[in-house]
């Protein structure tokens, strides 16, 4: 099976945004809106993977499913959907599915599914990318930063990364927990084998076993055939268990079992198969209070905490969070093919002030809304509020390219709306002291939406708004007569 082709079941819009990095990390993406371009595109081009609408006009993913007991080798599936459910996401993972997402679809989200080895010169998704500058170059996992808890949680993760020691990584949420995971598993021996990652907060019990063991056809309603858990899959490589704590008490004694014996029994299935995986574990929650109350077993923590990694929070790392700032806001400027941006001094006092209650996750998010929102720069503390009025006060209302210049057309009165365009809204008349709401607010999505290349998903994170009421302000937009 070709490692280097995905398909795509969904509309174009929703899925166009992800097809560049996967140019550029060597993949190539077939698209298709029915069951039969698909099927026919699956057995011509034999993906390694499959991304699917739940349904569509004329297509629904459960039809593809049941067509993988006629099809050998049929692709893993993942399911992404605009408005999930519980009940959608463990209706699809009965018939088959490999995964089921909510939107966005983006490209972190999909290097999760691939082996390492089939794109080795590309990085994985990570919360923190680290690097310590005063250590020099660690490959493509570094770790950014020079405070002593980083450092010493950092040399602590080298020491460990080639034995097979279990990992129990600790710390608040956002802090890069993950990113710790992917780090020892680069620097692992087995950084040739796959890296296979579960959140086991995401799942019910029943299905979270079948995911992690496999099951057999007919084990129960749904199964349609033979399904590899994750154990399986990461035989020879790494397993991360994501969320450990929120794993129940039956399914905590099976888990003990494989980290004792090694060996894993399928949902449903009547021989033992034998494993060989190395296991991390991550947590937000106080596990040792967890075992306390009963909640997590002792035995199975005292197999976890064999090697502890406690991440700080990104409050207690001092001088780190410009490092990582200024990290952010050089990827993302590039990624938009934006000039280079610099902090006001107010903006740095800002940051260094600021709790970070959403750790190095939240600090990413804001970088990301500061460069589309700068302009030229520099980055000002505004950009950093969840409050659209104070990115464009009165004065700035007529929108600038990065360059500075205004994008009103050359001689156009100043003090007259300018006639909606293709793909503009009217410029406001910026020698009122005040404007109508509703003016501000359609000039403020037009210009999220032309930061972003037209993304919505990303638009509407910018204007702390849903995607939904994005949608429904274009379409009155659209009724008014104004072409987006």
């Given at each position: 099976m070709p490692d280097n082709t995905l398909?795509?079941?969904?509309?174009?819009?929703?899925?166009?945004?992800?097809f560049s990095p996967l140019k550029e990390a060597g993949f190539q993406a077939g698209l298709a809106d029915n069951l039969a371009g698909a099927i026919n595109f699956i057995k011509k081009s034999k993906p390694c993977l499959i991304f699917t609408r739940p349904i569509m006009q004329g297509y629904s993913a459960q039809a593809l499913l049941a067509e993988a007991v006629n099809i050998e080798n049929f692709p893993p599936v993942v399911i992404f959907s605009r408005n999930g459910s519980a009940d959608e996401a463990q209706k699809f993972l009965e018939l088959g599915a490999r995964d089921y997402w909510l939107e966005p679809l983006s490209?972190?989200?999909?290097?999760?599914?691939?082996?390492?080895?089939?794109?080795?010169?590309?990085?994985?998704?990570?919360?923190?990318?680290?690097?310590?500058?005063?250590?020099?170059?660690?490959?493509?996992?570094?770790v950014i930063g020079n405070h002593p808890a980083m450092l010493r949680v950092l040399g602590l993760a080298k020491?460990?990364?080639?034995?097979?020691?279990?990992?129990?990584?600790?710390?608040?949420?956002?802090?890069?927990?993950?990113?710790?995971?992917?780090?020892?598993?680069?620097?692992s021996d087995r950084n040739d084998k796959a890296f296979v990652a579960i959140n086991c907060a995401a799942l019910p019990e029943h299905l979270l076993e079948s995911e992690l063991f496999g099951h057999e056809k007919g084990s129960f309603t749904g199964a349609i055939g033979r399904k590899l858990g994750k154990f399986e899959l990461a035989s020879g490589g790494t397993i991360l268990l994501d969320e450990i704590t929120e794993m129940e008490l039956g399914l905590q004694a099976k888990l003990l079992r494989v980290l004792q014996e090694g060996e894993i029994d399928r949902v449903g299935g009547v021989e033992t198969v034998k494993v060989d995986v190395r296991v991390l574990a991550t947590t937000n929650r106080n596990i040792e209070g967890a075992v306390k109350d009963g909640t997590f077993r002792q035995d199975l923590f005292y197999r976890l905490n064999v090697i502890p990694l406690k991440l700080p929070a990104l409050g207690q790392r001092g001088d780190d969070i410009m490092l990582l700032a200024q990290f952010f806001v050089e990827k993302y400027s590039s990624e938009y093919s934006l000039p280079p941006l610099a902090f006001s001094g107010e903006a740095k006092t800002w940051l260094l002030g600021y709790e970070w209650p959403g750790n190095v996750r939240e600090l990413q998010n804001l970088m990301e809304r500061a460069v589309l929102l700068a302009g030229a720069g520099p980055i000002e503390s505004k950009h950093f509020l969840n409050d659209p009025e104070a990115w464009m006060p009165d004065e700035q209302f007529q929108p600038a390219d990065p360059s500075g210049a205004p994008l009103s057309p050359a001689g156009s009165d100043p003090n007259i709306d300018s006639a909606p365009t293709s793909g503009t809204a009217p410029v406001p008349n910026?020698?009122?002291?005040?404007?109508?709401?509703?003016?501000?607010?359609?000039?403020?999505?037009?210009?999220s939406l032309d930061k972003t290349s037209g993304n919505r998903t990303k638009a509407a994170d910018l204007l702390g708004i849903s995607v939904r009421t994005l949608r429904n302000k274009l379409n009155e937009y659209k009724k008014q007569g104004l072409d987006l």
């Open positions: 398909l795509f079941i969904a509309e174009p819009q929703s899925v166009t945004s992800v490209w972190d989200k999909i290097q999760l599914m691939l082996p390492e080895k089939r794109h080795p010169d590309q990085p994985l998704p990570e919360e923190v990318t680290s690097k310590a500058p005063s250590e020099g170059t660690q490959g493509r996992y570094q020491q460990v990364a080639k034995s097979k020691a279990t990992v129990l990584i600790s710390g608040e949420s956002g802090t890069g927990k993950e990113m710790f995971a992917r780090f020892l598993h680069h620097h910026t020698n009122f002291d005040v404007m109508p709401i509703s003016e501000m607010e359609k000039h403020l999505i037009v210009k």
